[in-house]
């Protein structure tokens, strides 16, 4: 339940429905949502993938049903990833654990709809505050000058001073990566 992609198939779902009308990819999304409430529960394993998973499926629910549990389960999501964010170093912490603490990745530019969603459902700009300085620090600290972009940055948590770029997707720290890259180009386009 707490895997980044697991919001794709009920998002998919949801879009075959839109498509069809066909209750069976209604149900099957709705399903699947129910399934990702264990992973709502347990604070301790989310991540800064919550908009990967709550937006394309109980957003997706809530927009086409106005399904209020949906609506809910997001915006649950929306003040995660919120609560991610490193107040005075201006980025979203990724993931979770000891050796962690300062690690912001470019991925997380894809799941900055989620905080924008937040802010215009809400009329609350906090949410879209957060998502533009992410933004804003993700398009300084990671597009290098040839504009390709660095998988991971690592950040002082207390200060958010820079600490420098950490291996991760990609052959070694400072290698491109593909699917980083697209991220980038798309997520920069959404904010």
Known sequence: AYWWTNGFWPG???LMYQGTKNEVYKETAE?????LDNALRNY???????GFVWLLSSGANHRITGNQNSFTRTMHAAASLAGRYKLGAGYIRAWNGEDHEGYAIIDCMMNLP???????ELKDPRFKHIAIAHADKARE???RENGSV???IEFDPETGAIIGPRGGQGMQVGSAWTR????????????
């Open 150 to 152: 660095h998988h991971i």
């Open 12 to 14: 998919m779902m949801w």
């Open 31 to 35: 399903n699947a949502e129910i399934l």
């Open 180 to 191: 980083g890259q697209s991220w980038a180009l798309y997520g920069f386009t959404l904010s």
């Open 114 to 120: 989620l905080l924008y969603w937040a802010a215009m």
């Open 44 to 50: 301790r394993r989310l991540h800064h993938d919550v």
């Open 141 to 143: 600290v990671f597009v």
